[in-house]
Each structure stands twice: as structure tokens, then as C-alpha cells.
């Protein structure tokens, strides 16, 4: 390159003189400015660059790091990896072990192992993740769901991570690709099955509904019983205490009165009663009666 520009410089014709050797000086420098800049190239951060020679081929034990480095211009050229970790999702339908079909999404942050560049190179290019991982997540997915039920890939969805992460790590080391981490991000069955787990999960709680309204039931016969047992006892006690005391009869009716009479104190409304309305007509025959009755027949 630099000696077509000598060529083109000395075909030029002679002007003024001085004119000629300033722009021989200024087409010498431009092309050793040119050369210079093909002569340097620069890895920024993060990256890898391995050297490509049109002579021999790919230096397998040069891998240059991050900065300024130099090459032959025209005989070698960089190829440069970015050798941090890159997100992917990738889904892959598979059948369980009781034959539901799965539909899991992996999120894989992948990234190339820095000291086999070369041969990654060689063997796989710069698009290695689109070559390689798409398939052995595949293939690693459809052998670890297959040893899982259905239900064991929800109940046990950390035990399925962890051996997927363990049998994709190892399956990608031989492809000199890392995986800093595997997560399952998402878990689908089909809609028969899906159906199917909804309509069982409303028989079981069709069924808890109805064993609580037994219970339900239950507990109320049983509150009924000892309601009419506690009646029973109560008025046991009452012709009981009647039989002893006479007057007890009385003092059930002044009671009476006095619920009656706190309760109309306590409206907003005046109401105005007489004592026979408060059952509590002392005067009154009947007042006594039932007492004297008793107290009668306790004496007999």
C-alpha cells in the first residue's frame, strides 16, 4: 500500500517550486498514519480476542485480553469473543413420566470458556450459543422430566432444578461453554390436564364443604340436647325450690316486674302502667294464690 502511494507521489507532475516535496511529505504521512491505524486494534472490557494469521492459520495459544495491542496489517486480524455471561430462554415441550405433556422454559445465562477460545473458534464460531445450547437443553430436558410424574414437577421443583442444572453443566463443559445458572421459569401442562387437576380440586373441596356440614349438623344436635337437658334440669329445680318455698313464686312475679318496668324506663316513649299490667298487684287475690296453694299442700 505504501509503495502505490510512492508510485502515485512520483507521478505527480512538478509544480511551483517547494510545492511538489510539501505534498510528497503529506502523502507520506498519511500513509503512514494508515498504516498505523491497521496496525492496532483494541479489546474493551469483557472481551477475549484471538489472532487469525493468513499464513498459518488460528494461533491456538493466543488469547489476547483487554487494551491496546498490535498486528501485521493485512496478515493478521482479531477475532474478538465478549465473555460475559448472556441470558436465553429456551422452551422445549416433553412428556412426563405418566405421559402429560410438559412445556418448560429454561433461563440459561451462558458465557465461553476464555482459555479454549481457539478451538471454540475452530469448531463452533462466534454464534456458538445458537448452535449448541437450543439442543442439549432439549435433550437434557426430555431425560430429567421423564423420570417425574405431573404432580412431582410442581411438588418437587426444586429436586427437578438442581438436576437439570447439574446434567446441562456437564453437557455443556464439552462445548467449552459455562453456565453461570439454570432456573426454570416457567412450568405448563396441557389443558386436558389442567382441567383435569381443576375438577379434582373441586371435588375435594366440594367434599371438605360437605363433611363440614356434617360436623355442623352434628354440633347442633349435640347443642340441642344439652339445651333441653339444661331446660329440664332448670325446671326440675324451680318445682323443686316450689315445693320447699312457697314464696318463690312471688319472687319470680316481682322480677318480672321489675325486667317489665327497667325496660320501659329505658324507651323514649311515657307509657303509664298499673300494677296489675307490672304483675305486681299486691292487692290482688291472685298474687298470693298460687303460693298459698302450695304452701297448703306442703302441709298436708
Not at 10 to 17: F, S, T, V
Not at 87 to 113: A, C, E, F, H, Y
Not at 142 to 169: D, G
Not at 280 to 291: E, H, I, K, V
Request: charged share 25%; no cysteine; aromatic share 8%.
Amino acid at each position: 500500500m505504501a509503495q502505490n502511494l510512492k508510485d502515485f507521489a512520483g507521478r505527480i507532475p512538478a509544480g511551483p517550486r517547494g510545492m511538489g516535496t510539501a505534498l510528497k511529505f503529506l502523502i507520506g504521512a498519511g500513509a503512514l498514519g494508515y498504516g498505523v491505524k491497521e496496525s492496532i486494534y483494541t479489546v474493551d472490557g469483557g472481551q477475549r480476542a484471538i489472532i487469525f494469521n493468513r499464513i498459518g492459520g488460528i494461533q491456538p495459544n493466543t488469547i489476547l485480553a483487554e487494551g491496546l495491542h498490535f498486528r501485521f496489517p493485512w496478515i493478521q486480524y482479531p477475532i474478538i469473543y465478549d465473555i460475559r455471561a448472556r441470558p436465553r430462554k429456551i422452551s422445549s415441550p416433553t412428556g412426563s413420566k405418566d405421559l402429560q405433556m410438559v412445556n418448560i422454559t429454561l433461563r440459561v445465562l451462558s458465557r465461553p470458556n476464555a482459555v479454549s477460545l481457539p478451538a471454540m473458534y475452530q469448531r463452533l464460531g462466534l454464534d456458538y450459543d445458537e448452535r449448541v445450547l437450543p439442543s442439549i437443553v432439549n435433550e437434557v430436558l426430555k431425560s430429567v422430566v421423564a423420570k417425574f410424574n405431573a404432580s412431582q414437577l410442581i411438588t418437587q421443583r426444586a429436586q427437578v432444578s438442581l438436576l437439570i442444572r447439574r446434567e446441562l453443566t456437564e453437557r455443556a463443559k464439552d462445548f467449552n461453554i459455562i453456565l453461570d445458572d439454570v432456573a426454570i421459569t416457567d412450568l405448563t401442562f396441557s389443558k386436558e390436564y389442567t382441567a383435569a387437576v381443576e375438577a379434582k380440586q373441586v371435588a375435594q373441596q366440594e367434599a371438605q364443604r360437605a363433611q363440614f356440614l356434617v360436623e355442623k349438623a352434628k354440633q347442633e344436635q349435640k347443642q340441642k340436647i344439652v339445651q333441653a337437658e339444661g331446660e329440664a334440669a332448670s325446671a326440675k329445680m324451680i318445682g323443686e325450690a316450689l315445693n320447699k318455698n312457697p314464696g318463690y313464686l312471688k319472687l319470680r312475679r316481682i322480677r318480672a316486674a321489675q325486667s317489665i318496668a327497667k325496660t320501659i324506663a329505658s324507651s323514649q316513649n311515657r307509657v303509664y302502667l298499673t300494677a296489675d299490667n307490672l304483675v305486681l298487684n299486691l292487692q290482688d287475690l291472685g298474687f298470693t294464690r298460687g303460693s298459698d296453694y302450695l304452701e297448703k299442700q306442703s302441709k298436708k
